[in-house]
């Protein structure tokens, strides 16, 4: 590069500068003057007087963008080589003014969809939590159940109790509970559950309802509560079986009433004749 396209060069640079420096001054003053209004009390000299200043410089950088976009060749005539270079930095201003809000609404809606995604995921895994632990526990029962009809009670008391952990309402396995604790000798415990999947079950079965007087024969009830609960069971009997239920117990569950007259009359008024000398 010759010595005079050096010197035709410098005084541009020197030029591209001093507007440079204009602008940044006025950007400086303008600041200061936005903040000294605003200055209401001390807390504004460390909250707001840097604001002030960075919005005045970028407010000042964004006038050759304006003059731009308004048509105005005076930013040509200022810089005629330079003028595209000053609308670009005119918009990076504005991008910079504005990016803070921009940024924050973006990062906002992006903690939004986050955060509805989450719920979405987590609502998911919940149902599939539940669901799983459902089969789980109806697997419990099913299999309690299984065993109970077969006659192997010490398993299926197992299942039953680890069962009742999660379902503690359920009559029906209540009763069987105490149906087991029974032939188990742990007679008193068995007459509280019965008493409470009576209860709960909305329609109780004849069964249950007999199952509490033999408990409660076992316990040395009064023959009156006795009685009242094979009442319950006739009155829900379709299919006759208390009759069969009672015939079938008399020496064994029921045998400490076999000399209760009170007993042995009501019996004989549902038609069930017992032998007295039986035992």
Request: aromatic share 10%.
């Amino acid at each position: 590069m010759t010595q005079e396209e050096i010197e035709s060069i410098v005084p541009t640079v020197h030029y591209v500068h001093s507007i440079w420096i204009v602008m940044l001054i006025i950007g400086l003053c303008g600041g200061v003057l936005a903040w000294h209004k605003d200055h209401d009390n001390e807390d504004s000299l460390t909250e707001h007087f840097i604001t002030h200043i960075i919005t005045g410089i970028l407010a000042t950088f964004m006038v050759p963008l304006f003059l731009q976009m308004i048509g105005s060749t005076l930013l040509k005539t200022l810089a005629p080589n330079h003028h595209q270079f000053y609308v670009f930095v005119g918009f990076c201003s504005a991008a910079a003014f504005i990016s803070h809000n921009f940024a924050s609404k973006v990062s906002d809606r992006m903690m939004q969809d986050t955060q509805k995604k989450a719920k979405v995921a987590e609502k998911k895994a919940d149902e599939a939590l539940l669901k799983s632990e459902s089969n789980f526990v109806e697997g419990l029962k099913t299999r309690g159940g299984i065993l109970f009809q077969e006659e192997n009670y010490d398993k299926a008391l197992l299942y039953i109790n680890e069962y009742l952990d999660h379902r503690p309402e359920d009559a029906g396995m209540l009763w069987r509970k105490a149906y087991i604790l029974k032939r188990e000798s742990n007679v008193s415990e068995a007459y509280e559950l019965v008493s409470k999947a009576i209860e709960l079950k909305t329609d109780p079965i004849a069964l249950i309802y007999f199952n509490r007087a033999c408990y409660g024969c076992l316990l040395n009830k009064s023959v009156e509560s006795v009685i009242k609960d094979l009442e319950h069971a006739f009155k829900i009997d379709d299919d006759g079986k208390v009759v069969e239920y009672i015939k079938n117990d008399i020496e064994k569950d029921l045998k400490l009433f076999m000399k209760n007259t009170i007993f042995l009359d009501y019996l004989s008024s549902k038609g069930v004749q017992i032998d007295t000398e039986v035992g």
